[in-house]
């Protein structure tokens, strides 16, 4: 036999000269969860190891997440019931939780890069990612209107110091409005990564937790993908890219590589994977349970993402990756 594959794989110094995928702290984005109070860290139930944090201690957290190495973070507000209204206006607010978070994270940490969520669900009473109302065919979610609030929310973002939006509410033609609001203003640096393909997927249910911002009534799916669509994804991110873009972004991850390779091949912004609640969940309860070795599969699922073309992976594991790495 010439030609024998095995002999790459001989060693461990030859299988890593060889290996075609590496992972690296810089392709990790960490989302936190940032809550009222001070001196406040509750741990999510479904999501063990990971937590929501008041303002003070969250620094404290991003300080321990800077010292092992890692460099961008993502932000989400977990608010209570008596902040939230049909129109999200507490989104808009200067002096509240989440700008007031975004602008004292950037002021004690200006090397790192804060990305933002733009979606109406955390703030809104509908628990909806945009206006609701009820006409003659039932419930039924507002395009054009919900997009001037995600305008709106986008530069009070930006006016905060984000470094990156991520509009994560799937309303048609939003990537371009919010990049002529920020143009608008004057945030031309300000990069938006685009939810491009974000699935009506069963793996958000922990996140939903962290934030208490399941739908109040009805479901996602007139606004978020089917699951069972992969060519449709090609339709989004052709649209956010001609619309402005800078990166595309696959939500979830595990059960949707094949969606991170089919926007890998076909466009040359860099790809971003949301490894999601549900998938981060599942590894958790299985290693607790003896059932598969945890960080084997932490890495294994990481790398297969990497492996399939994206560039970034927003995960749960990346504080935990960066101790390991």
Known sequence: MLRRPRRNRKSAAIRELVQ????ALSDLIFPLFVMEGQGVKTEVTSMPGI???SQDLLLEEIRECVDLGLKTFALFPNLP????DKYATESLNPDGLYLQSVQAIKAQFPEISIMTDIAMDPYSSDGHDGIVEHGPQ??????DETLEVLGKMAVAQARA???IVGPSDMMDGRIGYIRECLDEEGFTKVSIMAYTAKYASAFYGPFRDALDSAPRFGDKKTYQMNPANSREALIEAELDYLEGADFLMVKPALAYLDVIKLLSDNFNLPIAAYNVSGEYAMIKAAARNGWLDGDRAMLEALTAMKRAGAKIILTYFAKEIATKI
């Open 161 to 163: 110091g984000a470094d």
């Open 20 to 23: 075609e995928n590496n992972l």
């Open 51 to 53: 937590y929501r944090f």
């Open 81 to 84: 019931e008596a902040r939230k």
């Open 138 to 143: 039932g419930l039924e979610i507002l395009n």
